[in-house]
Nanobody
């Protein structure tokens, strides 16, 4: 019943920008921490950015100064603004949300969205 849907991926040139969105739906009591992860071919999935329900953020060193994570608690949506994109940022980006349903905590993942950065 709980679903996470990512959108906003695509093909951009190096130096360009994209904004990813992650919409959470379902019978959820609360959405706690949300995060963006990425997994490129031949690499493990890595944390890119996370944000708590009170707005505290954490960014991977590789994207500091370029990416911004934010959330809209009313809409139940997280965003990842990606600026100054590099070819190394090419990956499938996944959204994860820690949620509470009927008093129990769960982690849910979105389906992923492809980001490709060309030279």
């Amino acid at each position: 019943q709980v679903q996470l849907v990512e959108s906003g991926g695509g093909l951009v040139q190096a130096g360009g920008s994209l904004r990813l969105s992650c919409a959470v739906s379902g019978s959820i009591f609360s959405i706690n921490r949300m995060g963006w992860y990425r997994q490129a071919p031949g690499k493990q999935r890595e944390l890119v950015a996370s944000i708590t329900n009170d707005g505290s953020t954490n960014l991977a060193d590789s994207v500091k100064g370029r990416f911004i994570i934010s959330r809209d608690n009313v809409k139940g949506t997280a965003y990842l603004q990606m600026n100054s994109l590099k070819p190394e940022d090419t990956s499938v980006y996944f959204c994860k949300a820690n949620v509470v349903v009927r008093g129990v905590g769960y982690q849910y993942w979105g389906q992923g969205t492809q980001v490709t950065v060309s030279l």
